[in-house]
């Protein structure tokens, strides 16, 4: 009878990962895992749960999204396989270095795709919208780095002026001492602003009516310039993934009135296309975080991304030739 338990050697072996890999996600809790005789031993299901299994709850809407989309969990398979292969290596050196970061934000984006897969299956359109923002950005500002790689240091350069900006915001509410309390060591007041302190040169600019320099609002342009350098398929999405999210993510009319006077059929079907364009809008957006991945690393992921774009691509193709069939029919005098 096979042992319930796993070495690291034979889970890396399921996963197709690195032993390292392993021992990093037991290390960082991403995986449970037992010491027997001074080694890891881990049970069967935890490694079925990074990424073999992926749970999107049995509920009623869930049941219809398969319903709608058959092909969906094959197509999902292909791509969670090629996401594990790409982010499944051990970690690149030195640690926060450049090659570092760009890893991290890749990695970043896979989990932003799961949590809109979670709520787009089950229907939370909105919520997906949301979440499908800021995947959006750090795909254009991953692509957009590794274009151009002479940006990596004002990235990650920029981080002191963001940690100093939310400093400053904190301190009109809060106390220097309770930051200090809920930040931890490597983040109190003084940390921050030593760091600000080394980096502020590069990123001061005068204001056109003001003498004063202030903080540059971004590390290097904006997202719209960006798009334009990376172009498609980001300029495709920019709209649906990025604009319009804005409205419903900051504090707007537009996120106070989200729905409009239709009944209540008709709003679910807004909700159900809004969900249904975030996943497949995200699944796409992480096809090209794994190719920015493919070009940084050289993996050698060429036909496998193809493959995996192409079955998605269907998949998208069959639920809008199915919306377009049902409008007819909704349309059509009785």
């Not at 021992?23 to 031993?41: A, E, H, I, S």
């Not at 209540?264 to 809004?274: A, G, H, I, N």
Request: glycine letters at 6%; charged letters at 30%.
């Amino acid at each position: 009878m096979d042992s319930p338990l796993l070495t690291v050697e034979e889970a890396a072996k399921q996963l197709r990962v690195s032993p390292d890999t392993i021992r990093r996600f037991l290390r960082d809790k991403k995986m449970r895992g037992v010491r027997v005789g001074g080694q890891w031993r881990i049970p069967k299901d935890a490694v079925q749960s990074v990424f073999g299994r992926f749970e999107f709850g049995e509920t009623a809407e869930s049941e219809a999204f398969f319903d709608r989309h058959p092909n969906f969990y094959p197509a999902f398979e292909r791509l969670m396989a090629l996401g594990n292969t790409c982010f499944g290596r051990p970690l690149p050196k030195p640690y926060y270095g450049p090659e570092y970061t760009l890893f991290g934000l890749g990695e970043s984006c896979r989990a932003d795709f799961l949590e809109i897969l979670f709520l787009a299956v089950n229907a939370h359109g909105c919520g997906a919208s949301k979440l499908l923002r800021g995947l959006y950005e750090r795909a254009v500002a991953l692509a957009y780095m590794v274009k151009e790689p002479a940006k990596i240091d004002r990235f990650i350069k920029f981080a002191a002026i963001q940690e100093h900006k939310a400093l400053n915001d904190a301190l009109k509410i809060t106390t220097e001492a309770e930051w200090d309390a809920v930040m931890g060591r490597e983040n109190t007041a003084a940390e921050i602003r030593c760091r600000f302190d080394t980096v502020k040169a590069e990123f001061f600019q005068s204001g056109k009516n003001s003498k004063r320099p202030r903080p540059s609002v971004s590390w290097d342009l904006d997202v719209a310039s960006m798009v334009k350098k990376v172009g498609a398929p980001f300029d495709l999405y920019y709209l649906g993934a990025y604009t319009t999210a804005n409205f419903q993510i900051h504090a707007s009319l537009a996120s106070a009135m989200r729905e409009d006077n239709k009944d209540k059929e008709s709003r679910r079907v807004q909700r159900l296309e809004q969900a249904d364009f975030a996943l497949f809008c995200s699944v796409m957006l992480l096809v090209e975080v794994i190719r920015s991945q493919n070009t940084l690393f050289a993996l050698s992921l060429d036909v496998e991304l193809q493959d995996v774009e192409s079955a998605v691509a269907k998949v998208w193709r069959e639920a809008i030739d199915a919306r377009s069939r049902n409008s007819q029919l909704a349309e059509a005098p009785r």
